[in-house]
């Protein structure tokens, strides 16, 4: 059978950090709280005039080369995105045409937080049916943009950055020992479209609007969500939670994400964290949190990563790839 092999990753950081501290000086809020309740310490923020498209870009160029490809050679490009550059065309356009990436297509998808699942959900699709047989998927955000800065439920808790990682058709056997994504399960219940929104838009205010959430109730659905997304993705993979080697999970808070670990039995030694310095990137974080635990040689070939995210919808979703 095919399956769709992850051969290459890649992401970028915009160079301005911002501290607990620095936020403290503009919004009533300390570093222990945010500590405390989130793990986070400090984000990235684009510099002015950098957008979606330019962190995207250069996530993108990072993980063609590892994977050793010219941009020409993608069938696909898809990019995750709740940030992009303009309403209309796709921000994947853009990109596509800034990497020389002549054919194929090249489109966004919109899951909020759970964008990165999505578009590898989406590439796999595409690969499996032998609609395409390379793909570049890209997760890139610029929440900056849509923070309300003075509202301190919020502005502490996101980031910018941006991840990618270029998938290929490969010949399998079939079996669990194959490398490439394994499975992918997704579900959403809009029923909580307010618990996490941008109050604004096109067709309502004709603005780009501010994030709003219900933080609390973002957090009791969390966990359940991700950890039932998980466990019903490994049982699709045919792999027991045993057999796990990584998670990678959507890097919001690292509250929700020890408990969730704890609800799949995975020790923490076996969980990817970035939150403590790069805080929510929304569909950036699982790339953003991949690419390093890749490069800093803990993922190592043929190992077992689970990848879970949830995000505004809601939208929740995970992935099993064998590295
Ligand atoms: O991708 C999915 C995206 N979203 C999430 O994952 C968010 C999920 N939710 C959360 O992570 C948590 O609910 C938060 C981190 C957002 C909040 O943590 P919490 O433990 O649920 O705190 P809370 O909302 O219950 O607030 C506790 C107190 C409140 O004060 P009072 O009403 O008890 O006096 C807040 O006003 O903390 C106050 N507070 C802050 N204090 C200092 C809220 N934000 C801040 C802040 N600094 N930044």
Redesign the pocket.
């Known amino acids: 059978m095919i399956r769709s092999r992850i051969i290459g990753c890649g992401s970028y950081l915009p160079e301005k950090i911002l501290t607990n501290d620095d ?1 403290s000086r503009f ?4 570093n222990s ?2 500590v405390e ?2 793990g986070i310490r400090e984000r990235h923020i684009a510099a002015e005039g950098e957008t979606t498209a330019d962190l995207a870009e250069q996530a993108a160029r990072k993980a063609l080369s590892a994977a050793g490809i010219e941009a020409n050679a993608l069938d696909l490009l898809v990019l995750a995105t709740s940030t992009p550059d303009n309403t209309f065309p796709a921000t994947a356009t853009r990109v596509q045409a800034r990497l020389g990436m002549t054919g194929g297509v090249a489109f966004d998808v919109q899951a ?2 759970a964008g990165f699942v999505c578009a590898l959900s989406v590439a796999d699709s595409f690969i499996r049916s032998g609609q395409a047989r390379t793909a570049l998927i890209i997760g890139a955000e610029t929440y900056s943009r849509i923070l309300d800065w003075s509202d ?6 996101f980031g910018d950055g941006a991840g990618a990682a270029v998938l290929s058709a490969e010949e399998s056997p079939g079996t669990t020992a194959d490398r490439g994504v394994l499975a992918v399960k997704m579900h959403s219940d809009g029923r909580h479209y307010d618990a ?1 929104y941008v109050d604004g838009g096109v067709s309502t205010t004709q603005t780009a609007g501010h994030l709003r ?1 219900n ?2 109730e ?2 009791r659905h ?1 966990v359940g969500n991700l950890a039932s997304v998980a466990t019903e993705a490994m049982a699709a993979a045919g792999v027991a939670p045993e057999a796990i080697d990584w998670l990678v999970p ?1 890097q ?2 690292a ?2 994400i020890e408990a969730t670990a704890k609800k799949l039995g995975l020790p923490m030694e076996k969980v990817v964290m970035t939150v403590d310095r790069h805080a ?1 990137t ?1 569909a950036a974080s699982i790339p953003l949190a991949l690419c390093e635990a890749v490069a800093d040689g803990r993922v190592k070939p043929g190992q077992l990563l689970v990848m879970e ?4 919808g809601f939208v929740w979703g995970a992935a099993v790839v064998r590295w």
Request: glycine share 8%; net charge positive.
């Open positions: 936020l919004v009533e809020t300390n709280w945010i309740r989130t909020v937080c301190r439920t919020t502005c502490v808790l996490l959430m933080g609390r973002v957090f969390a959507h919001a808070n509250r929700i929510n929304s995210a949830i995000g505004g």
